[in-house]
């Protein structure tokens, strides 16, 4: 079993940079690929970026590439997502999760295997 803890999250202008952590405890001796997904009021999970276990692969959704950035430091069992320019329209609920296979890049929610509780970003405009 794998714990996630999502901080980071609040209040920012339109324009603004904010920088998201998921830190992992418990089965973190296992290897996990990493994603970040987020939920506005109505509607559903969206995907927003994803990494593989070493950190060579990367994918980020059409909506935030060039403004986010996803990463992670294992040493520290975390992941990041650099989040800059940010628009009104990224204000949701942000959400990581991990995948058992640690090669893959997977788009899809319903394939990861552990979630966080998600932090809340909101960017006024």
């Known amino acids: 079993q794998v714990q996630l803890i999502e901080s980071g999250g609040g209040l920012v202008q339109a324009g603004g940079s904010l920088r998201l952590s998921c830190a992992a405890s418990?089965?973190?001796?296992?290897?996990?690929?990493m994603g970040w997904f987020r939920q506005a009021p109505k509607k559903e999970r969206e995907f927003v970026a994803a990494?593989?276990?070493?950190?060579?692969?990367?994918y980020s959704a059409d909506s935030v590439k060039g403004r986010f950035t996803i990463s992670r430091d294992n040493a520290k069992n975390t992941v990041y997502l650099q989040m800059n320019s940010l628009k009104p329209e990224d204000t949701a609920v942000y959400y990581c999760a991990a995948h058992d296979n640690p090669y893959i890049i997977e788009r899809r929610p319903h394939e990861y295997d552990y979630w966080g509780q998600g932090t809340q970003v909101t960017v006024s405009s």
């Open positions: 418990g089965r973190t001796g296992s290897r996990y690929s």
């Open positions: 990494i593989s276990w070493s950190g060579g692969s990367t």
